[in-house]
């Protein structure tokens, strides 16, 4: 599992995120970022050339070494990206100390999202705010059966990707007031494309 985590894994992660399809979410998610931004899961960049020149700086959470080395490459203008290598259960990060947090397809994969949702809530300066675009649970029973049965031998081969998360419940739960959200499929598996896109406020 070491090579397949750490080498091809990473290379799989990258194919797949580079999908035209999720390009005007990127577009929409990251161009209303400012200030000090911090991404959760930047995995290889290709979040870091949508960032408009009102944001001053991008810390860029990833935990995986694989990821981290494609997203130094990763085009990107002038702007000013420190990488952080931790968990975002943990963010070592000051409270109170970022404008903007931003998730792109990353609360699926994250072992315990409550945690990392509070810690997210923790880092945000008083107004700022958490930008998001996921893919999570369907409200169509018929999808919604196989987003549960295809989840854990999923979560196996894909990094630990959950397709069932609750993703509006859960950043609410995490003690966040709901700015906007918008859901509906993507073109694709209906499983894997039930899309979650918004912005919360710490409350």
């Not at 005007?24 to 870091?48: C, D, H, K, M, T």
């Not at 960032?51 to 203008?77: H, K, Q």
């Not at 990353?106 to 998001?132: H, N, Q, S, Y």
């Not at 996921?134 to 018929?142: F, K, Q, V, W």
Request: aromatic share 6%; net charge neutral.
């Amino acid at each position: 599992m070491g090579i397949y985590r750490d080498v091809i894994l990473p290379r799989l992660c990258d194919l797949s995120m580079r999908n035209e399809r999720l390009r005007p979410y990127r577009e929409r998610v990251i161009g209303a970022a400012q200030g000090r931004v911090l991404e959760i899961g930047v995995g290889s960049g290709l979040n870091l050339p949508f960032y408009g020149p009102v944001v001053g700086e991008v810390l860029a959470l990833e935990p995986s070494a694989g990821l981290v080395a494609m997203a130094r490459e990763a085009p990107r203008s002038d702007l000013p990206v420190s990488f952080i290598d931790a968990s975002a259960e943990a963010i070592p990060l000051d409270d109170k100390s970022v404008d903007t947090v931003v998730t792109t397809w990353t609360l699926c994969t994250i072992p315990d999202a409550a945690a990392a949702l509070t810690e997210m809530r923790r880092v945000l300066r008083p107004g700022g705010k958490l930008l998001f675009v996921e893919h999570g649970l369907a409200p169509d029973r018929g999808v919604r059966w196989w987003q549960d049965t295809l989840t854990p031998v999923w979560r196996r081969i894909s990094g630990g990707c959950h397709l069932n998360r609750p993703i509006r419940s859960m950043i609410e739960c995490g003690g966040f007031r709901m700015e906007r959200v918008e859901t509906g499929y993507m073109q694709g598996p209906k499983p894997m494309t039930f899309m979650y896109e918004g912005s919360a406020r710490p409350e």
